[in-house]
Nanobody
């Protein structure tokens, strides 16, 4: 019922910035919590930043002060502003959304397709 489409990844030099977007589309649901995860080769997928429906946020220690997560509930879109990027931030970034499905009266997690972020030295 829910499709997540990511955009905004790319190649950037260390110290630069990128802005990721993730838009949810479909019908029969409402989006609750959203978040960004990342996975580098050989590593487990880790939570980068999360945001609740009400706007409360949390961040991985490694990105605090550099990344900002935000959302536009009217557009069902979550953003990740990434500043002061480091080579260690290089990974595939995945959008996640927890949606309440009306017909099943239940929650279900959905994932975006992933977008590559590469930070060069």
């Amino acid at each position: 019922q829910v499709q997540l489409v990511e955009s905004g990844g790319g190649l950037v030099q260390a110290g630069g910035s990128l802005r990721l977007s993730c838009a949810a589309s479909g019908s029969g649901f409402s989006i609750h919590d959203m978040g960004w995860y990342r996975q580098a080769p050989g590593n487990q997928r880790e939570l980068v930043a999360g945001i609740t429906r009400g706007g409360s946020t949390n961040y991985a220690d490694s990105v605090k002060g550099r990344f900002t997560i935000s959302r536009d509930n009217a557009k069902n879109t979550v953003y990740l502003q990434m500043n002061s990027l480091k080579p260690e931030d290089t990974a595939v970034y995945y959008c996640n959304a927890r949606a309440f499905i009306f017909i099943s009266v239940d929650f279900r997690d959905y994932w975006g397709q992933g977008t590559q972020v590469t930070v060069s030295s």
